[in-house]
Protein backbone atom coordinates (compact mmCIF):
# COMPACT_ATOMS: atom_id res chain seq x y z
CA UNK A 1 0.00 0.00 0.00
CA UNK A 2 2.81 2.52 0.95
CA UNK A 3 4.22 1.80 -2.33
CA UNK A 4 0.94 2.66 -4.36
CA UNK A 5 0.79 5.94 -2.48
CA UNK A 6 3.98 6.76 -3.21
CA UNK A 7 4.11 5.86 -6.62
CA UNK A 8 0.35 7.89 -7.18
CA UNK A 9 2.22 10.78 -5.10
CA UNK A 10 4.85 10.61 -7.12
CA UNK A 11 2.72 10.89 -10.95
CA UNK A 12 1.10 13.32 -9.61
CA UNK A 13 3.90 15.37 -8.67
CA UNK A 14 5.19 14.33 -12.00
CA UNK A 15 2.01 15.82 -13.65
CA UNK A 16 1.53 19.14 -11.52
CA UNK A 17 5.54 20.07 -12.37
CA UNK A 18 4.65 19.39 -15.91
CA UNK A 19 1.66 21.61 -15.83
CA UNK A 20 3.71 24.25 -13.61
CA UNK A 21 5.99 24.20 -16.14
CA UNK A 22 3.38 24.60 -19.17
CA UNK A 23 2.08 27.31 -17.18
CA UNK A 24 5.18 29.56 -16.20
CA UNK A 25 6.36 28.82 -19.92
CA UNK A 26 2.92 30.57 -21.76
CA UNK A 27 3.07 33.48 -19.42
CA UNK A 28 6.87 34.19 -20.41
CA UNK A 29 5.75 33.65 -24.11
CA UNK A 30 2.78 36.17 -23.74
CA UNK A 31 5.49 38.53 -21.84
CA UNK A 32 7.61 38.35 -24.82
CA UNK A 33 5.30 38.19 -27.64
CA UNK A 34 5.61 41.79 -28.15
CA UNK A 35 9.29 41.13 -29.40
CA UNK A 36 8.37 39.44 -32.21
CA UNK A 37 5.74 41.36 -33.44
CA UNK A 38 6.35 43.42 -36.54
CA UNK A 39 7.34 47.64 -36.15
CA UNK A 40 6.91 47.53 -32.59
CA UNK A 41 9.19 44.62 -31.90
CA UNK A 42 12.80 43.50 -32.80
CA UNK A 43 13.06 43.43 -36.22
CA UNK A 44 14.94 39.77 -36.47
CA UNK A 45 12.36 38.29 -33.81
CA UNK A 46 10.07 39.55 -36.60
CA UNK A 47 12.04 38.13 -39.29
CA UNK A 48 12.06 34.89 -37.37
CA UNK A 49 8.62 34.96 -37.05
CA UNK A 50 8.17 35.04 -40.48
CA UNK A 51 10.27 32.31 -41.51
CA UNK A 52 8.60 29.49 -39.29
CA UNK A 53 4.99 30.93 -40.47
CA UNK A 54 6.43 29.41 -43.61
CA UNK A 55 7.22 26.16 -41.83
CA UNK A 56 4.08 25.70 -40.15
CA UNK A 57 1.64 27.42 -42.58
CA UNK A 58 2.85 27.54 -46.11
CA UNK A 59 5.00 24.23 -46.10
CA UNK A 60 2.23 22.37 -44.73
CA UNK A 61 -0.80 23.28 -46.94
CA UNK A 62 -0.81 20.86 -49.63
CA UNK A 63 -0.30 18.01 -46.56
CA UNK A 64 -3.08 19.41 -44.92
CA UNK A 65 -5.34 20.50 -47.76
CA UNK A 66 -5.18 16.68 -48.95
CA UNK A 67 -5.89 15.22 -45.53
CA UNK A 68 -8.83 17.70 -45.48
CA UNK A 69 -10.20 16.65 -49.22
CA UNK A 70 -9.66 12.86 -48.32
CA UNK A 71 -11.41 13.62 -44.64
CA UNK A 72 -14.41 15.25 -46.72
CA UNK A 73 -14.85 12.41 -49.25
CA UNK A 74 -14.69 10.01 -46.20
CA UNK A 75 -16.84 11.64 -44.29
CA UNK A 76 -19.38 12.29 -47.51
CA UNK A 77 -19.24 8.44 -48.30
CA UNK A 78 -20.18 7.22 -44.65
CA UNK A 79 -22.77 9.71 -44.07
CA UNK A 80 -24.31 9.20 -47.76
CA UNK A 81 -24.15 5.51 -47.03
CA UNK A 82 -27.04 5.70 -44.13
CA UNK A 83 -28.58 9.16 -45.17
CA UNK A 84 -29.12 7.67 -48.98
CA UNK A 85 -31.76 4.38 -47.14
CA UNK A 86 -33.62 7.98 -46.00
CA UNK A 87 -33.69 9.76 -48.66
CA UNK A 88 -31.87 12.73 -46.88
CA UNK A 89 -29.03 12.97 -49.43
CA UNK A 90 -29.30 16.76 -48.59
CA UNK A 91 -28.39 16.26 -45.10
CA UNK A 92 -25.26 15.34 -46.25
CA UNK A 93 -24.03 18.45 -47.58
CA UNK A 94 -25.03 19.97 -43.84
CA UNK A 95 -23.15 17.22 -42.30
CA UNK A 96 -19.73 17.70 -44.40
CA UNK A 97 -20.14 21.66 -44.16
CA UNK A 98 -21.33 22.12 -40.39
CA UNK A 99 -18.84 18.78 -39.25
CA UNK A 100 -15.92 20.31 -41.24
CA UNK A 101 -16.35 23.95 -39.67
CA UNK A 102 -16.64 22.87 -36.44
CA UNK A 103 -15.28 19.94 -35.82
CA UNK A 104 -12.68 18.26 -38.37
CA UNK A 105 -11.10 20.97 -39.91
CA UNK A 106 -9.49 22.55 -36.53
CA UNK A 107 -8.89 18.91 -35.51
CA UNK A 108 -7.79 17.44 -38.54
CA UNK A 109 -5.44 20.64 -39.09
CA UNK A 110 -3.87 20.48 -35.27
CA UNK A 111 -2.86 16.45 -35.79
CA UNK A 112 -1.10 17.54 -38.83
CA UNK A 113 0.64 20.64 -37.43
CA UNK A 114 1.22 18.56 -34.13
CA UNK A 115 3.08 15.92 -36.51
CA UNK A 116 5.10 18.13 -38.80
CA UNK A 117 5.57 21.34 -36.35
CA UNK A 118 5.19 20.35 -32.49
CA UNK A 119 8.43 17.38 -33.56
CA UNK A 120 10.23 19.97 -35.47
CA UNK A 121 9.98 22.36 -32.23
CA UNK A 122 11.12 19.71 -30.15
CA UNK A 123 13.96 18.23 -31.98
CA UNK A 124 15.47 21.68 -32.65
CA UNK A 125 14.98 23.02 -29.14
CA UNK A 126 16.52 19.75 -27.57
CA UNK A 127 19.40 19.64 -30.17
CA UNK A 128 20.14 23.13 -29.18
CA UNK A 129 19.88 21.94 -25.58
CA UNK A 130 22.19 19.04 -26.00
CA UNK A 131 24.53 20.96 -27.89
CA UNK A 132 24.73 24.09 -25.05
CA UNK A 133 23.54 26.91 -27.78
CA UNK A 134 20.46 27.16 -25.47
CA UNK A 135 23.16 27.50 -22.18
CA UNK A 136 24.78 30.44 -24.55
CA UNK A 137 22.03 31.99 -25.14
CA UNK A 138 21.37 32.31 -21.41
CA UNK A 139 24.97 33.35 -20.95
CA UNK A 140 24.62 35.92 -23.96
CA UNK A 141 22.02 37.72 -22.03
CA UNK A 142 19.19 36.44 -24.12
CA UNK A 143 15.93 34.97 -23.24
CA UNK A 144 15.28 31.35 -25.06
CA UNK A 145 11.74 31.89 -24.59
CA UNK A 146 11.79 34.84 -26.16
CA UNK A 147 14.19 33.92 -28.97
CA UNK A 148 13.53 30.63 -29.53
CA UNK A 149 9.42 30.27 -28.55
CA UNK A 150 7.80 33.74 -29.14
CA UNK A 151 8.39 34.07 -32.98
CA UNK A 152 6.98 30.05 -33.36
CA UNK A 153 4.19 31.07 -30.78
CA UNK A 154 3.11 34.14 -33.10
CA UNK A 155 3.31 31.62 -36.28
CA UNK A 156 1.61 28.93 -34.59
CA UNK A 157 -1.52 31.61 -33.64
CA UNK A 158 -1.82 33.58 -37.38
CA UNK A 159 -0.75 30.18 -39.31
CA UNK A 160 -3.09 27.25 -38.04
CA UNK A 161 -5.77 29.25 -37.91
CA UNK A 162 -5.14 30.07 -41.46
CA UNK A 163 -4.67 26.58 -42.29
CA UNK A 164 -8.11 25.62 -40.63
CA UNK A 165 -10.13 28.00 -42.82
CA UNK A 166 -7.99 26.17 -45.43
CA UNK A 167 -8.81 22.74 -44.51
CA UNK A 168 -12.31 24.01 -43.92
CA UNK A 169 -12.35 25.11 -47.72
CA UNK A 170 -10.75 21.71 -48.61
CA UNK A 171 -13.16 19.25 -46.85
CA UNK A 172 -16.31 20.97 -48.15
CA UNK A 173 -15.18 21.48 -51.95
CA UNK A 174 -13.78 16.95 -51.26
CA UNK A 175 -17.79 17.12 -50.27
CA UNK A 176 -19.31 18.66 -53.48
CA UNK A 177 -16.95 16.44 -55.74
CA UNK A 178 -18.79 13.59 -54.25
CA UNK A 179 -22.24 14.75 -54.28
CA UNK A 180 -21.79 15.87 -58.09
CA UNK A 181 -20.99 12.54 -58.88
CA UNK A 182 -22.98 10.92 -57.17
CA UNK A 183 -26.61 13.41 -57.22
CA UNK A 184 -25.63 15.39 -60.03
CA UNK A 185 -26.04 18.27 -57.88
CA UNK A 186 -23.86 21.44 -59.35
CA UNK A 187 -21.09 22.96 -57.14
CA UNK A 188 -22.36 26.47 -57.66
CA UNK A 189 -25.82 25.38 -55.99
CA UNK A 190 -23.87 22.71 -53.45
CA UNK A 191 -21.96 26.09 -52.27
CA UNK A 192 -25.10 27.64 -51.91
CA UNK A 193 -26.71 25.27 -49.72
CA UNK A 194 -23.23 25.00 -47.61
CA UNK A 195 -23.41 28.77 -46.92
CA UNK A 196 -26.91 28.76 -45.55
CA UNK A 197 -26.71 25.33 -43.15
CA UNK A 198 -23.49 27.16 -41.44
CA UNK A 199 -23.74 30.12 -39.33
CA UNK A 200 -20.93 32.67 -38.71
CA UNK A 201 -21.15 31.25 -34.79
CA UNK A 202 -19.31 27.45 -36.33
CA UNK A 203 -16.76 29.56 -38.24
CA UNK A 204 -16.09 31.09 -35.16
CA UNK A 205 -15.72 28.32 -32.53
CA UNK A 206 -13.63 26.14 -34.94
CA UNK A 207 -11.05 28.93 -34.78
CA UNK A 208 -11.48 29.78 -31.26
CA UNK A 209 -10.44 25.77 -30.81
CA UNK A 210 -7.82 26.18 -33.31
CA UNK A 211 -6.15 28.88 -31.32
CA UNK A 212 -6.09 26.76 -28.61
CA UNK A 213 -4.83 24.11 -30.16
CA UNK A 214 -2.11 25.88 -31.59
CA UNK A 215 -1.10 27.04 -27.91
CA UNK A 216 -0.98 23.25 -26.87
CA UNK A 217 1.16 21.83 -30.04
CA UNK A 218 3.92 25.08 -28.90
CA UNK A 219 3.99 24.75 -25.79
CA UNK A 220 4.09 21.12 -25.16
CA UNK A 221 6.58 20.91 -28.02
CA UNK A 222 8.85 23.78 -26.73
CA UNK A 223 8.56 22.89 -23.53
CA UNK A 224 9.61 18.90 -24.72
CA UNK A 225 12.65 20.67 -26.24
CA UNK A 226 13.59 22.54 -23.27
CA UNK A 227 13.55 19.43 -21.02
CA UNK A 228 16.18 17.58 -22.89
CA UNK A 229 19.22 16.47 -21.03
CA UNK A 230 21.66 13.79 -22.69
CA UNK A 231 22.56 12.91 -26.01
CA UNK A 232 20.90 12.12 -29.36
CA UNK A 233 18.52 9.47 -27.97
CA UNK A 234 17.02 12.42 -25.34
CA UNK A 235 16.27 14.56 -28.70
CA UNK A 236 14.44 11.43 -30.01
CA UNK A 237 12.30 10.41 -27.25
CA UNK A 238 11.24 13.92 -26.69
CA UNK A 239 10.31 14.35 -30.22
CA UNK A 240 7.70 11.54 -29.52
CA UNK A 241 6.67 12.95 -26.56
CA UNK A 242 6.18 15.93 -27.95
CA UNK A 243 4.07 14.64 -30.86
CA UNK A 244 1.84 11.92 -28.71
CA UNK A 245 1.35 14.49 -25.81
CA UNK A 246 0.37 17.29 -27.83
CA UNK A 247 -1.87 14.99 -29.76
CA UNK A 248 -3.40 14.06 -26.72
CA UNK A 249 -4.07 17.35 -25.30
CA UNK A 250 -5.38 18.51 -28.67
CA UNK A 251 -8.45 16.09 -28.37
CA UNK A 252 -8.99 16.91 -24.41
CA UNK A 253 -9.44 20.56 -25.23
CA UNK A 254 -11.51 19.89 -28.31
CA UNK A 255 -13.79 18.04 -25.52
CA UNK A 256 -13.77 20.88 -23.35
CA UNK A 257 -14.46 23.27 -26.38
CA UNK A 258 -17.12 21.49 -28.01
CA UNK A 259 -18.68 20.79 -24.56
CA UNK A 260 -18.62 24.05 -24.19
CA UNK A 261 -19.83 25.63 -27.09
CA UNK A 262 -22.53 23.08 -27.31
CA UNK A 263 -23.92 23.72 -23.57
CA UNK A 264 -23.83 27.99 -24.23
CA UNK A 265 -25.08 27.30 -27.90
CA UNK A 266 -28.58 25.61 -26.39
CA UNK A 267 -29.37 28.85 -24.97
CA UNK B 1 38.46 43.27 -5.09
CA UNK B 2 38.26 40.10 -6.82
CA UNK B 3 36.33 40.41 -10.03
CA UNK B 4 34.80 36.59 -9.20
CA UNK B 5 34.31 35.13 -5.28
CA UNK B 6 32.94 31.91 -4.77
CA UNK B 7 31.58 31.72 -0.84
CA UNK B 8 31.15 28.65 0.39
CA UNK B 9 29.46 27.17 -2.15
CA UNK B 10 28.00 23.78 -2.14
CA UNK B 11 25.65 21.89 -4.90
CA UNK B 12 23.75 18.79 -4.42
CA UNK B 13 22.26 16.68 -7.48
CA UNK B 14 19.49 14.70 -6.04
CA UNK B 15 21.18 14.51 -2.16
CA UNK B 16 24.53 14.08 -3.91
CA UNK B 17 27.18 16.70 -2.81
CA UNK B 18 28.87 17.85 -6.36
CA UNK B 19 30.76 21.07 -4.78
CA UNK B 20 31.71 20.90 -1.23
CA UNK B 21 31.92 24.09 0.33
CA UNK B 22 34.22 26.10 -2.42
CA UNK B 23 35.89 28.93 -1.58
CA UNK B 24 38.12 30.92 -4.66
CA UNK B 25 38.74 34.56 -5.41
CA UNK B 26 39.56 35.20 -8.96
CA UNK B 27 41.05 38.95 -9.39
CA UNK B 28 41.09 41.22 -12.26
CA UNK B 29 43.23 40.55 -15.25
CA UNK B 30 44.23 37.12 -14.11
CA UNK B 31 44.03 33.74 -15.97
CA UNK B 32 42.29 31.43 -13.49
CA UNK B 33 42.63 27.48 -15.02
CA UNK B 34 40.32 25.48 -13.24
CA UNK B 35 42.23 22.09 -13.26
CA UNK B 36 40.69 18.43 -12.43
CA UNK B 37 39.78 15.02 -13.70
CA UNK B 38 36.62 14.05 -15.27
CA UNK B 39 33.58 14.24 -12.99
CA UNK B 40 35.74 16.47 -10.35
CA UNK B 41 32.88 19.50 -10.57
CA UNK B 42 35.17 22.02 -12.88
CA UNK B 43 31.99 21.93 -15.45
CA UNK B 44 29.19 22.18 -12.64
CA UNK B 45 31.80 24.88 -10.84
CA UNK B 46 31.96 26.85 -14.49
CA UNK B 47 28.03 26.82 -14.15
CA UNK B 48 27.58 28.53 -11.28
CA UNK B 49 30.05 30.70 -12.14
CA UNK B 50 27.64 31.59 -15.14
CA UNK B 51 24.13 31.38 -13.20
CA UNK B 52 23.17 28.59 -15.21
CA UNK B 53 22.36 26.43 -12.54
CA UNK B 54 20.85 27.51 -8.60
CA UNK B 55 23.45 26.56 -5.78
CA UNK B 56 22.31 24.56 -2.79
CA UNK B 57 23.92 27.23 -0.41
CA UNK B 58 26.79 29.40 -0.22
CA UNK B 59 27.47 32.11 -3.53
CA UNK B 60 29.37 33.09 -6.71
CA UNK B 61 29.61 36.42 -6.78
CA UNK B 62 30.64 38.56 -9.82
CA UNK B 63 31.25 41.68 -9.62
CA UNK B 64 29.93 41.99 -6.14
CA UNK B 65 26.61 40.46 -7.43
CA UNK B 66 25.76 37.16 -6.41
CA UNK B 67 24.99 35.27 -10.02
CA UNK B 68 23.47 32.21 -8.66
CA UNK B 69 20.47 34.27 -6.11
CA UNK B 70 20.36 37.34 -8.16
CA UNK B 71 17.22 39.20 -9.89
CA UNK B 72 16.79 38.00 -13.88
CA UNK B 73 17.39 41.84 -15.02
CA UNK B 74 21.07 41.56 -12.54
CA UNK B 75 21.69 38.62 -14.44
CA UNK B 76 21.66 40.07 -17.64
CA UNK B 77 23.30 42.78 -16.69
CA UNK B 78 26.25 40.80 -14.78
CA UNK B 79 25.86 37.85 -18.42
CA UNK B 80 26.99 41.62 -20.90
CA UNK B 81 29.97 41.04 -19.19
CA UNK B 82 31.20 37.70 -19.43
CA UNK B 83 32.05 35.84 -22.98
CA UNK B 84 31.75 32.03 -22.85
CA UNK B 85 33.57 30.10 -25.11
CA UNK B 86 31.97 26.54 -24.51
CA UNK B 87 33.67 22.73 -25.39
CA UNK B 88 31.81 22.47 -28.30
CA UNK B 89 31.27 26.10 -29.98
CA UNK B 90 27.58 25.88 -29.28
CA UNK B 91 27.18 28.18 -32.25
CA UNK B 92 23.81 28.35 -33.78
CA UNK B 93 23.63 26.24 -36.34
CA UNK B 94 21.21 28.01 -38.32
CA UNK B 95 23.15 31.69 -38.66
CA UNK B 96 25.77 32.32 -40.67
CA UNK B 97 29.87 32.18 -38.47
CA UNK B 98 29.33 36.50 -39.07
CA UNK B 99 25.38 36.19 -37.52
CA UNK B 100 27.03 34.13 -34.74
CA UNK B 101 29.41 36.88 -33.83
CA UNK B 102 27.11 39.78 -34.93
CA UNK B 103 24.03 38.19 -32.83
CA UNK B 104 24.62 39.92 -29.59
CA UNK B 105 26.42 43.11 -30.77
CA UNK B 106 22.73 43.23 -32.79
CA UNK B 107 20.31 43.02 -30.01
CA UNK B 108 22.40 44.13 -27.19
CA UNK B 109 23.84 47.54 -28.68
CA UNK B 110 22.56 50.12 -31.18
CA UNK B 111 25.56 50.48 -33.95
CA UNK B 112 24.71 51.14 -37.49
CA UNK B 113 24.79 47.66 -39.41
CA UNK B 114 28.07 49.06 -40.82
CA UNK B 115 29.31 49.63 -37.85
CA UNK B 116 28.49 46.13 -36.42
CA UNK B 117 30.12 44.32 -40.03
CA UNK B 118 33.06 46.03 -39.24
CA UNK B 119 33.28 44.78 -35.51
CA UNK B 120 32.34 41.48 -36.71
CA UNK B 121 35.12 41.15 -39.18
CA UNK B 122 37.26 42.21 -36.70
CA UNK B 123 36.58 39.91 -34.40
CA UNK B 124 36.60 37.26 -37.06
CA UNK B 125 40.08 38.40 -37.87
CA UNK B 126 41.23 38.39 -34.48
CA UNK B 127 40.56 34.50 -34.59
CA UNK B 128 42.18 33.89 -37.61
CA UNK B 129 38.29 33.22 -39.76
CA UNK B 130 38.28 36.72 -41.49
CA UNK B 131 37.56 34.18 -45.08
CA UNK B 132 35.15 32.13 -43.15
CA UNK B 133 32.57 34.38 -41.76
CA UNK B 134 30.03 33.18 -44.73
CA UNK B 135 30.32 29.72 -43.81
CA UNK B 136 27.40 28.00 -41.35
CA UNK B 137 28.91 26.43 -38.64
CA UNK B 138 28.89 22.69 -39.73
CA UNK B 139 30.80 23.78 -42.82
CA UNK B 140 33.95 24.10 -40.17
CA UNK B 141 36.36 21.96 -38.68
CA UNK B 142 36.36 21.71 -34.96
CA UNK B 143 39.52 24.30 -34.43
CA UNK B 144 37.62 26.77 -36.88
CA UNK B 145 34.39 26.39 -34.23
CA UNK B 146 36.24 26.99 -31.01
CA UNK B 147 37.68 30.07 -32.62
CA UNK B 148 34.40 30.92 -34.01
CA UNK B 149 33.06 30.46 -30.46
CA UNK B 150 36.16 32.86 -29.00
CA UNK B 151 35.36 35.65 -32.00
CA UNK B 152 31.37 35.30 -30.41
CA UNK B 153 32.50 35.75 -26.89
CA UNK B 154 34.87 38.76 -27.43
CA UNK B 155 31.83 40.19 -29.45
CA UNK B 156 31.08 42.35 -26.75
CA UNK B 157 34.21 43.40 -25.39
CA UNK B 158 33.64 41.42 -21.97
CA UNK B 159 35.76 41.54 -18.89
CA UNK B 160 35.98 38.26 -17.88
CA UNK B 161 36.19 35.60 -21.06
CA UNK B 162 35.65 31.52 -19.74
CA UNK B 163 36.53 28.91 -21.86
CA UNK B 164 35.23 25.35 -21.23
CA UNK B 165 37.70 22.80 -22.46
CA UNK B 166 39.12 24.75 -25.34
CA UNK B 167 41.45 21.84 -26.12
CA UNK B 168 39.02 19.49 -25.69
CA UNK B 169 38.99 16.72 -28.83
CA UNK B 170 41.06 18.81 -31.01
CA UNK B 171 44.57 17.75 -32.01
CA UNK B 172 48.09 18.74 -29.97
CA UNK B 173 49.13 21.32 -32.69
CA UNK B 174 45.67 23.01 -32.94
CA UNK B 175 44.99 22.79 -29.12
CA UNK B 176 48.88 24.81 -28.89
CA UNK B 177 47.59 27.53 -31.32
CA UNK B 178 43.97 27.91 -29.15
CA UNK B 179 46.20 28.21 -25.98
CA UNK B 180 48.51 31.23 -28.49
CA UNK B 181 45.02 32.57 -29.38
CA UNK B 182 43.71 32.65 -25.32
CA UNK B 183 47.05 34.04 -24.37
CA UNK B 184 47.50 36.69 -27.41
CA UNK B 185 43.73 37.90 -26.31
CA UNK B 186 44.53 38.64 -22.90
CA UNK B 187 47.51 40.48 -23.53
CA UNK B 188 45.48 42.16 -25.72
CA UNK B 189 41.98 43.25 -24.19
CA UNK B 190 43.43 42.88 -20.22
CA UNK B 191 40.35 40.56 -19.60
CA UNK B 192 40.07 38.06 -16.40
CA UNK B 193 40.30 34.74 -18.15
CA UNK B 194 38.74 31.63 -16.52
CA UNK B 195 39.52 28.14 -18.59
CA UNK B 196 38.49 25.22 -17.13
CA UNK B 197 40.40 22.06 -18.74
CA UNK B 198 41.97 19.00 -17.60
CA UNK B 199 44.96 18.58 -20.75
CA UNK B 200 48.15 19.68 -18.07
CA UNK B 201 50.10 21.45 -20.84
CA UNK B 202 47.73 24.14 -21.77
CA UNK B 203 46.90 24.71 -18.01
CA UNK B 204 50.58 24.94 -17.95
CA UNK B 205 50.85 27.27 -20.78
CA UNK B 206 48.36 29.60 -20.35
CA UNK B 207 47.47 30.24 -16.38
CA UNK B 208 48.75 33.11 -13.54
CA UNK B 209 47.12 30.61 -11.48
CA UNK B 210 45.66 26.52 -11.29
CA UNK B 211 42.86 25.84 -8.81
CA UNK B 212 42.79 21.94 -8.58
CA UNK B 213 39.67 20.45 -8.10
CA UNK B 214 39.00 16.66 -7.03
CA UNK B 215 35.24 15.10 -5.85
CA UNK B 216 33.98 18.35 -5.78
CA UNK B 217 36.77 20.17 -3.33
CA UNK B 218 39.86 22.69 -4.05
CA UNK B 219 43.09 20.09 -3.40
CA UNK B 220 45.13 23.73 -4.08
CA UNK B 221 45.00 26.90 -5.45
CA UNK B 222 48.09 28.62 -6.43
CA UNK B 223 50.81 29.43 -9.22
CA UNK B 224 51.92 27.32 -11.66
CA UNK B 225 55.20 26.65 -9.58
CA UNK B 226 53.09 26.02 -6.61
CA UNK B 227 51.04 23.10 -8.10
CA UNK B 228 53.97 21.71 -10.22
CA UNK B 229 56.01 21.56 -7.39
CA UNK B 230 52.90 20.08 -4.55
CA UNK B 231 53.53 17.12 -2.93
CA UNK B 232 49.64 16.46 -2.29
CA UNK B 233 49.55 12.33 -3.28
CA UNK B 234 46.15 12.94 -5.64
CA UNK B 235 47.47 16.33 -7.01
CA UNK B 236 51.00 14.38 -7.38
CA UNK B 237 49.35 11.28 -9.36
CA UNK B 238 47.52 13.72 -11.38
CA UNK B 239 50.44 15.40 -12.88
CA UNK B 240 52.55 12.03 -13.30
CA UNK B 241 49.63 10.64 -14.43
CA UNK B 242 49.38 7.67 -12.35
CA UNK B 243 46.45 5.31 -12.35
CA UNK B 244 44.18 4.78 -9.48
CA UNK B 245 45.69 1.55 -7.88
CA UNK B 246 49.62 1.29 -8.82
CA UNK B 247 50.75 -1.96 -9.26
CA UNK B 248 47.21 -3.70 -9.25
CA UNK B 249 44.83 -3.71 -12.95
CA UNK B 250 42.74 -0.37 -12.52
CA UNK B 251 38.40 -0.73 -12.25
CA UNK B 252 38.35 -0.39 -16.00
CA UNK B 253 41.10 -3.35 -16.49
CA UNK B 254 39.60 -5.25 -14.55
CA UNK B 255 36.54 -5.15 -15.55
CA UNK B 256 37.72 -5.80 -19.41
CA UNK B 257 39.36 -8.94 -17.67
CA UNK B 258 36.08 -10.18 -16.47
CA UNK B 259 34.37 -9.56 -19.70
CA UNK B 260 37.25 -11.44 -21.86
CA UNK B 261 36.62 -14.65 -19.12
CA UNK B 262 33.35 -14.12 -19.70
CA UNK B 263 32.46 -13.35 -16.38
CA UNK B 264 30.28 -10.08 -17.24
CA UNK B 265 27.78 -12.37 -19.11
CA UNK B 266 27.55 -14.66 -16.21
CA UNK B 267 29.19 -17.58 -18.71
Redesign the interface.
Known amino acids: MPVLTESVGRKTLTYLDYVGGLSTQLWAALRAMGTSLPIVG ?1 R ?1 RWKASVDQMLQIGVSALPMVGLMAMCSGFILAMQGASELRRFGAMHYVIDLVAVGFTREMGPLLTAIAVSGRSGSAFAAEIGTMSV ?3 I ?2 L ?5 EPVEFVLAPKYLAALIMVPCLTVASNVCGILAGGIFMFFSTHLGLGLYLHYVLSSIQLRDVISGLIKSLAFATIIVHVGCLEGFRVRGGPDAVGRSTTTAVVKSTFLVIVADVIFTAIFYFTGKH | MAIISIRDLIVEYDGRRVLDRLNLDIEPGETMVLLGGSGSGKSTLLRQILGLERAHSGGAFVKGIDITRCSQAELRLVRRSIGVAFQSGALFNSLSVKDNVALALREHTALAPSIIDLMVWMNLAAVGLAEFGHLHPQELSGGMKKRAAVARAIALDPEILVFDEPSAGLDPIVAAELDELILLLKKAFQMTVIVVTHELSSAFRIADRIAMLYNGTFLATGTKDEIRNSQHPRIRQFLDRVPDKMGEPSEVAASFGKYLRGEEAGL
Open positions: NYTEEDARVMAF
